[in-house]
């Protein structure tokens, strides 16, 4: 049996965390190829504290898929991020290579943490800033 042909297991405190970032949207990696055999898959966990959120970015050619582990989220997008999709504990989410989007955690107490698999890697592409009055309903702490 070759090395890659076992489980590897990436405990909690030793996650990857010199992964792409953008702004308040803090990623760290369990599975990715800068420290797995992987190579065509990232997973790993998104969280904003309390009324952070991302930059405007997108994912180049990755396609992700998310699941709200805890708290309530909005993805604003479309032109001006004037368009949004509220989620929250328990809900999936797809969102398209190369659309500009802007995740925000739409509690100024709870924190909002996501599980996040992208394909074929965690590719950040991070937008100018937006400022917080463009964002229909969004506040900080």
């Known amino acids: 049996m070759a090395e890659h042909d076992v489980p590897v297991v990436t405990r ?3 996650e990857h965390t010199g992964t792409g970032q953008s ?9 990715g190829p800068q420290h797995t055999p992987a190579t065509r898959l990232w ?13 405007p970015h997108h994912h180049g050619e990755a396609e992700t898929g998310g699941y709200v582990l ?21 809900d999936f989410v797809f969102v398209p290579p190369h659309m500009p ?3 925000a ?3 100024v107490t709870e ?3 996501w599980l996040t698999t992208r394909t074929p890697d965690n590719i950040v592409v991070n ?3 937006v400022d917080d009055t463009v964002l229909e309903g969004y506040r900080r702490a």
């Open 12 to 14: 909690q405190g030793n």
């Open 23 to 31: 702004g308040g949207a803090v990623r760290v990696s369990g599975v």
């Open 43 to 55: 997973f790993g966990r998104v969280s904003n504290e309390p009324g952070y959120r991302s930059l």
């Open 70 to 90: 805890q708290g309530r989220g909005r993805i604003y997008f479309g032109t001006d991020y004037a368009q949004y999709e509220d989620l929250e504990e328990g």
């Open 101 to 103: 989007h802007v995740e």
């Open 105 to 107: 955690n739409m509690s």
């Open 111 to 113: 924190d909002l943490v």
């Open 127 to 129: 937008l100018d800033d």
